[in-house]
């Protein structure tokens, strides 16, 4: 009976969870709010539906899994192509909001300068789950700003990671002192480093064996297998087992099937988000929330206010521009699961309370809701903060340097403003490239070329590029917002410049075109539309159609693409040019059958139906060549006739196998 009464357990935990999501998704609300409330309703200090001795087995359980799936996405692909400023900001968020936490603790006094370090630490930690969904939920994923929050995400667990190994020597725990301590956990690193680097070399190569031999099922139990396999070891070794998991997802991280298992993984990521945030909502103990209150509600609300202040400062002090700054601060004003895990396992360790841990459960909880509902509004406020800047922001006295009259101004040197500017620079049209990440703007200046460093969403630096003389500029950036906004104040200050924006989705197309664009091409539909042309090619349709045809798939803003209405004059007279009468030319070699003969010995028209009516015979073009004409090696032969015809036509000369019309 008592398995009975825990699958009743689970199966109420997922119902809650589906059930509240629901509502929420329908409400339009993040659903991690809906499974920190229904945690509260359902656990001990709510209705009781879950016994208090089994909340902490959930807990754990969704913490190991959460945290595999942590490690596992811990690529270090964001933090290289940032480097070091990334470094910096990292640090000076840490040394700022951290530093105030410690000195807003040590104000206050009641505990040692070893605890107040952890809950600073602990206040200064931004939600990898909650952050990564909602960026990748906006489709912010390749943005500035996303790409930002991953590194520091990345970066803060890796750190806390650190700290959660240290934590035995800081406790100092042990009755022959800190010497024998300090041997014990030497040996323990030790032994983690071997087990480490044996499983480097092993697990790549027992998971590509899974993943050929095994498929999906079994590259599913695999992850599953490993998630619990690195609990269960750091268990036995004295750590936190959702330490061990997240090791394991991180050595998993670098396998070349690393995508593979990811892509496996993630339909279950979500449960394991569900399960966890349910369980640390159980955590929350009602008593010492009506015992706090005010303590709480300040604490929560200061929390999300300066951190969201001392991170966009740490931002900014690291090289990016406000804009950035404001809303990356914003989107990582959340506090972390990883808070709950350094505290509880400072309180194993004695240097954390009970009482203190119970009230950081109801603060970090608190946090997380709070700084949720802050996540999708970070970038319109840091847009309304940042345009008082840009109303008033004017060129300094270095606008007036020479620039090339009709250049062009190139926003962004990504994959495409790298290769417009390659083009640019062969065909001798002056450019200017804007760029405020300062290692592509290096690597731009490395290729030559001249490069404004700076936010292009300030006219001031538009104006450093030579916005007044230039005449077109491409804006090539991948934040739809910034994108808006360049194109918005360049349209109005020069309403003639010719102004192209390359989008990734076709959704942003409209706001482009009312924003001042001339011309915006999207990505995904770019793509379809080459594809179309190189098919219509191979059915022979002449090039003149088919730009025609390209033209008329992007007028009206890809609408026929976008599912809107086609015009049925346009569609029948594509039928028309598949059915009616084409040209193609055919090379004559010296094994083709009818070399040697006259065009009327050769039999073409008469076995395929296609008509010769021009060739080029020794460089000279031969119109309407006569039936006596000797067909030769090296000629060149204009055919006419319909599709299947000249499909026929080309075997025949070829000398392969083909089907006579009449036959």
């Not at 199966?11 to 929420?24: S, T």
Request: glycine share 10%; hydrophobic share 55%.
């Amino acid at each position: 009976m008592e398995h009975a009464s825990y699958f009743g357990e689970i199966a109420i935990l997922l119902a809650v969870a589906v059930g509240v999501a629901l509502v929420l998704r329908f409400l339009r609300f993040p659903s991690i709010i809906g499974f920190l409330l229904a945690g509260m309703v359902i656990g001990p200090a709510g209705f009781g539906v879950i016994p208090a001795e089994h909340v902490g087995r959930f807990a754990e359980i969704g913490l190991v899994l959460l945290l595999f799936t942590v490690g596992l996405e811990l690529s270090p692909a964001p933090l290289l192509r940032s480097g070091r400023r990334l470094l910096l900001a990292v640090g000076l968020q840490f040394l700022f909001v951290g530093g105030c936490a410690v000195l807003l603790l040590t104000v206050n006094g009641g505990e040692d300068l070893r605890a107040r370090i952890i809950l600073g630490m602990a206040a200064a930690l931004s939600s990898t789950a909650i952050v990564l969904k909602s960026v990748s939920d906006r489709g912010e994923t390749g943005t500035v700003v996303g790409n930002l929050a991953t590194g520091v995400l990345l970066l803060q667990d890796v750190a806390v990671i650190v700290v959660m190994l240290a934590l035995p020597l800081v406790a100092g725990r042990g009755e022959d002192g800190l010497l024998a301590v300090f041997l014990a956990e030497g040996a323990r690193l030790l032994v983690l480093a071997a087990v480490v680097s044996a499983a480097h070399f092993l697990l790549p190569r027992l998971l590509g064996l899974v993943t050929r031999r095994g498929g999906r099922e079994l590259t599913t139990l695999f992850a599953v297998l490993m998630a619990a396999a690195g609990a269960w070891l750091a268990s036995l070794a004295g750590w936190s087992p959702g330490l061990g998991a997240c090791i394991a997802g991180l050595l998993l991280a670098k396998a070349d099937q690393r995508h593979q298992l990811v892509a496996e993984v993630t339909p279950f990521r979500d449960v394991f988000n569900a399960v966890f945030f349910v369980s640390l909502g159980m955590l929350v103990d009602f008593s010492v929330v009506s015992a706090h209150p005010m303590l709480l509600l300040t604490a929560i609300l200061a929390t999300t206010l300066v951190k969201s202040v001392l991170t966009g400062a740490a931002v900014r002090l690291a090289g990016w521009p406000w804009r950035v700054a404001v809303a990356a601060g914003i989107s990582l004003a959340t506090v972390s699961e990883f808070a709950y895990v350094l505290a509880s396992e400072a309180a194993g360790y004695g240097i954390l309370g009970t009482s203190i841990l119970k009230l950081l459960i109801a603060y970090t909880v608190g946090c997380m809701m709070v700084g949720t509902l802050l996540l999708p509004v970070a970038a319109p406020v840091a847009e309304w903060i940042t345009r008082l800047g840009r109303r008033s922001g004017k060129p300094d006295g270095n606008s007036h340097e020479n620039h090339p009259l009709h250049h062009v101004v190139i926003v962004a040197y990504g994959i495409t403003g790298a290769n417009l500017a390659k083009v640019l620079k062969a065909t001798r049209v002056p450019f200017r490239i804007v760029e405020m990440n300062p290692t592509l703007a290096r690597k731009a200046i490395a290729d030559g070329h001249e490069v404004v460093v700076g936010d292009a969403t300030r006219m001031a630096i538009l104006a450093h590029a030579g916005i007044d003389e230039a005449r077109a500029l491409v804006v090539a950036i991948n934040e739809p917002r910034a994108a808006e906004y360049v194109v918005a104040q360049a349209s109005a200050a020069y309403p003639r410049l010719f102004i192209l924006v390359r989008v990734r989705f076709v959704s942003n197309l409209d706001r482009l075109y009312h924003c001042g664009a001339k011309l915006v091409i999207p990505e995904e539909f770019e793509t379809s539309i080459e594809i179309a042309a190189h098919v219509l090619k191979e059915f022979r349709i002449p090039a003149n159609v088919i730009e025609a045809q390209v033209t008329s798939l992007r007028a009206g803003g890809y609408g026929l693409l976008r599912g809107k209405p086609a015009d049925r004059a346009m569609a029948a007279e594509l039928l028309r040019l598949f059915e009616q009468t084409v040209t193609e030319t055919f090379y004559l070699t010296e094994d083709s059958p009818v070399c040697g003969r006259t065009i009327a010995e050769s039999g073409l028209r008469d076995q395929t139906g296609a008509t010769i009516i021009a060739l080029v015979h020794g460089g000279k073009a031969v119109p309407a060549p006569p039936p006596e004409h000797v067909l030769e090696k090296g000629d060149v032969l204009v055919l006419v006739g319909a599709h299947a015809q000249l499909d026929m036509a080309r075997l025949f000369l070829q000398g392969q196998t083909w089907d006579a019309p009449n036959a």
